[in-house]
């Protein structure tokens, strides 16, 4: 079936250092990647998305990198600060309607 | 983010019980979703809605019931409840096709 995988499940890094998570998607046909901020009890939010006709984009410390051909895009958060800490999720577009897959996410740790 | 609203906060239940969650926006968006959230699976879509009386599967919709009669509306049934079905149910809603999604604050259902 379709489905987007992640990787690492979880991760620690040292406050200052980089983190960079990854994902894969099954689909040719998505177009809109989209990764989600869960922290502990809250809802996810959007921090950033990138769409198939571009293949990268940033904003501030995070940015988002998208290979099609490979079909894989990561997510990279610089100088890490203990507030990033939380599970990040990826997500694609699937088939042809307006749906989302998610990967299983990445528990990120920043260790101040 | 206060325009998505999800009752009620927690839900306990007996196997076998119907259960339903709400969701309501106030944005009048026209997309609107169910994701379960379980451990080592990330968020997974149950259905999800493109407009009221406008709705389609998502991966694991078995078990479990939706309707849209008003575009601010989108409740979920679980018409027999199981152990299986317990989880954290989120709601979400976006503007329009393939943009950001918004998120409520999440439903926790125990079912014993």
């Known amino acids: 079936g379709e489905n987007v995988e992640q990787h690492p499940s979880t991760l620690s890094v040292q406050e200052g250092d980089s983190a960079v998570i990854k994902c894969t998607y099954s689909?040719?046909?998505?177009?809109?990647f989209p990764w989600y901020k869960q922290e502990l009890g809250k809802r996810p939010q959007l921090i950033i998305d990138?769409?198939?006709?571009?293949g990268e984009k940033k904003d501030q410390r995070i940015a988002v990198t998208l290979n099609k051909t490979a079909k894989h895009f990561s997510l990279h958060i610089t100088e890490t600060q203990p507030e990033d800490s939380a599970v990040y999720f990826c997500a694609a577009s699937m088939g042809t309607g307006n749906q989302f897959y998610f990967g299983t996410g990445t528990s990120l740790t920043v260790i101040p | 983010d206060a325009g998505i609203t999800q009752s009620p906060r927690y839900k306990i239940t007996e196997t076998g019980r119907q259960v339903t969650l709400m969701c309501h926006q106030t944005w009048s968006h026209s997309y609107m979703f169910w994701y379960r959230q379980d451990l080592g699976h990330g968020l997974r879509l149950i259905y999800y809605?493109?407009?009221?009386?406008?709705?389609d599967k998502g991966e694991v919709p078995d078990g479990y019931v939706v309707s849209r009669s008003k575009t601010e509306n989108f409740p979920l049934t679980l018409e027999s409840a199981t152990r299986s079905q317990t989880s954290v149910y989120f709601c979400a809603s976006s503007e329009s096709f393939r943009e950001k999604l918004f998120f409520g604050s999440g439903t926790q259902l125990s079912v014993l």
């Open positions: 809605s493109a407009a009221a009386d406008i709705t």
């Open positions: 689909d040719s046909a998505s177009n809109y």
């Open positions: 990138i769409r198939s006709n571009v």
